[in-house]
């Protein structure tokens, strides 16, 4: 299974654009990327999925470059309310039994 | 509002007990999961399940076992309690193998174990 590596943590001001590049090296030809967020004394929530190039929904934007060994998450004008974990998977299309969610990335967003 | 449920938010246990999670969803996916989340560490796989009746080892499974009897319920048992059990535990369900809807998480429930 693919490792996946984000940075530990990051800090964002109310208002600005947030980009979280995760990378997956050894990505196989088949695997999806998938990104999860998580609030404090909460379980993870998907957010966002995607195979190829750009994926976009009302939450957030996916960018996956041509060689797909890593992948970035947008987020648009982010609020006090986007603080949270962000974890990026890597999943193979036979299911989901053994990803790992991995510690994932911490952002703090300031006033 | 579709739901995954874990009975309790918080439980207090004492060494050598014998803990269950119980975890129930209502959207009828097939596949169910229970992870453990430990600071630093992140989220690592306990045990899942494809079917009723069915499950399979993740990646930490020693000290625990499940149960499913019924498609929506999935239950973490731990057959004796110990101090290094002491964490979150998050149920999950999803519907498709490759899930392309994802997984959807229960709250969690806090052991404390003592």
């Known amino acids: 299974l693919a490792k996946t590596t984000q940075p530990i943590s990051m800090d964002s001001y109310e208002g600005q654009e947030v980009n979280i590049t995760c990378s997956h090296n050894?990505?196989?030809?088949?695997?999806?990327i998938t990104w999860y967020q998580q609030f404090p004394s909460q379980g993870p929530r998907f957010i966002i999925q995607?195979?190829?190039t750009k994926v976009t929904n009302e939450v957030a934007s996916l960018f996956i470059p041509a060689d797909r060994k890593s992948s970035t998450l947008s987020l648009p004008r982010v609020s006090l309310s986007d603080t949270a974990v962000y974890y990026c998977?890597?999943?193979?299309?036979?299911?989901?039994?053994?990803?790992?969610f991995g510690t994932g990335t911490k952002l703090q967003v300031i006033p | 509002d579709v739901k995954v449920t874990q009975s309790s938010r918080y439980l207090v246990k004492r060494t050598g007990e014998k803990v269950f999670l119980e975890c129930v969803q209502d959207?009828?996916?097939?596949?169910m999961f229970w992870y453990r989340q430990d600071p630093g560490l992140g989220l690592r796989l306990i045990y899942f399940?494809?079917?009723?009746?069915?499950?399979e080892k993740g990646d930490i499974p020693e000290g625990y076992s499940v149960s499913r009897e019924k498609k929506e319920r999935f239950s973490l048992i731990l057959e004796s309690a110990s101090t290094n059990q002491t964490s979150m535990y998050l149920c999950?369900?999803?519907?498709?193998?490759?899930?392309?809807?994802?997984?959807?998480f229960g709250s969690g429930t806090r052991l404390t174990v003592v």
């Open positions: 999950a369900s999803s519907l498709l193998e490759g899930a392309e809807d994802g997984y959807t």
């Open positions: 050894n990505i196989a030809t088949n695997d999806y």
């Open positions: 995607g195979y190829k």
């Open positions: 998977l890597v999943v193979p299309p036979g299911g989901y039994q053994k990803v790992t």
């Open positions: 959207m009828d996916h097939e596949n």
């Open positions: 399940s494809y079917d009723v009746k069915m499950k």
